[in-house]
């Protein structure tokens, strides 16, 4: 999603149906993306990661894709669940130096029942 | 899994109080902790990296002399708020790198600590 100032971009999907939740990254020298959940008042939880060198991954009920054309990062979940809802954040890899994460704004994803 | 813990999980204090923020790695060793902080709605933006015995690391924009940093020993780094105002409250997350691990995914997040200052 674009981003809009202070306010997330949110994605709403019913229950069962997959969902897509995209990221533009900036650096092309990044070497490595995480997706990353975080649920209300928590930090950050690990979903997926994919290396430069790849286009896909597919771990349970996730699925990243990555663009290194067009410097874009999709993870879709497949049969989403309350579970879910929660906000996703891309986030890039300085892999020199301290490993530095770079997050991205972030998309809010809310799961209708 | 890896732990890492942080204290407290959120604190209020009056303008002008310094509050200490502990992040532990409970079942690891951290060479390199980080520390963010994330406005309602927004991202996590980096702070400054810390690394056991020596100085951190400010990102730019980040007034060092404000938010103090110790990485102690290899499971505790300590984020101090030095005379803070309301416009500092925010959520304050860290993580911890694992030491003799090569994959990055071994960067792990603690829970959060919510500063609000009065």
């Known amino acids: 999603g674009e981003s809009v100032g202070l306010h997330l971009p949110t994605l709403s999907v019913q229950e069962g149906d997959n969902s897509i939740i995209n990221c533009a990254y900036s650096?092309?020298?990044?070497?490595?993306f995480i997706w990353y959940k975080q649920e209300s008042g928590k930090g950050p939880q690990f979903i997926i990661d994919i290396r430069s060198n790849m286009d896909k991954r597919q771990g349970q009920r996730v699925t990243v894709l990555l663009n290194k054309t067009v410097k874009h990062l999709s993870l879709q979940i497949a049969a989403t669940q309350p579970g879910d809802s929660a906000v996703y954040f891309c986030?890039?890899?300085?892999?020199?130096?301290?490993?530095?994460?770079?997050f991205g704004i972030g998309t809010k994803l809310q799961v209708i029942p | 899994g890896a732990v890492v813990s942080q204290h407290p999980s959120w604190v209020i204090c009056k303008s002008g109080t310094s509050v200490k923020i502990e992040c532990r790695s409970l079942d690891f060793q951290a060479t390199t902790m980080f520390w963010y902080r994330q406005f309602p709605k927004q991202s996590l933006m980096l702070m400054a990296t810390s690394n056991e015995g020596s100085k951190a690391t400010y990102e730019q924009g980040v007034e060092k002399d404000k938010f103090l940093i110790n990485h102690a020993s290899l499971t505790l780094s300590t984020l101090t708020v030095t005379s803070a105002h309301p416009e500092d409250s925010s959520f304050y997350i860290c993580s911890a790198r694992q030491v003799a691990r090569v994959t990055t995914d071994t960067q792990y997040f603690g829970p959060g600590t919510r500063l609000t200052v009065l």
């Open positions: 650096n092309s020298a990044s070497d490595y």
């Open positions: 986030a890039e890899i300085n892999s020199g130096g301290y490993q530095k994460v770079t």
